[in-house]
Antibody, heavy 123, light 108 residues
Framework: QVQMTQSGTEVKKPGASVKLSCKASGHITNYIHWVRQAPGQGLEWMGVISPSGNTVVYAQKLQGRVTMTIDTSASTVYMELSSLRYEDMAVYYC??????????????????WGQGTLVTVSS | SSELTQDPAVSVALGQTVRITCQGNSLRGSYASWYQQKPGRAPILVIYGENNRPSGIPDRFSGSTSGNTASLSITGAQAEDEADYYCYSGDRSNNQWVFGGGTKLTVL
C-alpha cells in the first residue's frame, strides 16, 4: 500500500512559520489528513485536503493559522502553520483518509500514517 | 463542537477481556475507527467500520457500536496490547473530524 514519508525535525522560534511535507509513495488518490500530538497529550485533528487540493477543511481551532496544499506532480502534501506558539510544539503526522457507507451509515478511518515530524518551538 | 469521550485509563489482567468505550453524538449513525499507539511510535489502525480489522491485526481485537457509544474489545489481552487507544470519527453536521482523548491500557 501507499507509504507516507514526512520531512525532518524542525526547530522554530515563537511567531515564526513552519512548513512540513508528506510524500506519498504513489499517486495521491485519497484525501490526506494532518494530525498532531503535543508531548504527553492525545491526538488532535488539524485538517484534511482533497487529492486535487480544491477542497480543504481545517479544524476550527486552527482556522487562520494553518494552510494545507498539495503538489500532485510530486505526490506531496504540505502543511504550513504560522504564528507559532509554544503550545504548537508537537509531533505532526500526515495520514491517508478512507471512507465508506454501510447500511446508510457513513464512517471514516485513516491509514497509513506517516512517521511523524517533531516541531520544537523555542526562543 | 464535535467531541468524543474516552475513559483516561483502563487496566486488565493478562489473558482477560477488556472493553474501551468512546461516546459522542457524531457516532449516532456512524462507526468509530480505533488506533493503537505505543510510546514513540505513530498510531496504527486496529478497527474500522462495523467491526473490520486491517491485515495483521490479531482477531482478539473487535469493535461494536450502540447508539452514541463505540467500543473496542480485546479478548484475551496480551502484554503487547499495553498502549494508548484512540477512537476517531467524522461529524457531518459541522464538517469536522475528531479523536477521543485516548485511553491508556495497562495489562497487569
Amino acid at each position: 500500500q501507499v507509504q507516507m514519508t514526512q520531512s525532518g525535525t524542525e526547530v522554530k522560534k515563537p511567531g515564526a512559520s513552519v512548513k512540513l511535507s508528506c510524500k506519498a509513495s504513489g499517486h495521491i488518490t485519497n484525501y490526506i489528513h494532518w494530525v498532531r500530538q503535543a508531548p504527553g497529550q492525545g491526538l488532535e485533528w488539524m485538517g484534511v485536503i482533497s487529492p486535487s487540493g480544491n477542497t480543504v477543511v481545517y479544524a476550527q481551532k486552527l482556522q487562520g493559522r494553518v494552510t494545507m496544499t498539495i503538489d500532485t506532480s510530486a505526490s506531496t502534501v504540505y502543511m504550513e502553520l504560522s504564528s507559532l506558539r509554544y503550545e504548537d510544539m508537537a509531533v505532526y503526522y500526515c495520514a491517508k483518509d478512507w471512507s465508506a457507507t454501510s447500511g446508510g451509515s457513513q464512517y471514516w478511518w485513516i491509514d497509513p500514517w506517516g512517521q511523524g515530524t517533531l516541531v520544537t518551538v523555542s526562543s | 463542537s464535535s467531541e468524543l469521550t474516552q475513559d483516561p485509563a483502563v487496566s486488565v489482567a493478562l489473558g482477560q477481556t477488556v472493553r474501551i468505550t468512546c461516546q459522542g453524538n457524531s457516532l449516532r449513525g456512524s462507526y468509530a475507527s480505533w488506533y493503537q499507539q505505543k510510546p514513540g511510535r505513530a498510531p496504527i489502525l486496529v478497527i474500522y467500520g462495523e467491526n473490520n480489522r486491517p491485515s495483521g491485526i490479531p482477531d482478539r481485537f473487535s469493535g461494536s457500536t450502540s447508539g452514541n457509544t463505540a467500543s473496542l474489545s480485546i479478548t484475551g489481552a496480551q502484554a503487547e496490547d499495553e498502549a494508548d487507544y484512540y477512537c476517531y470519527s467524522g461529524d457531518r453536521s459541522n464538517n469536522q473530524w475528531v479523536f477521543g482523548g485516548g485511553t491508556k491500557l495497562t495489562v497487569l
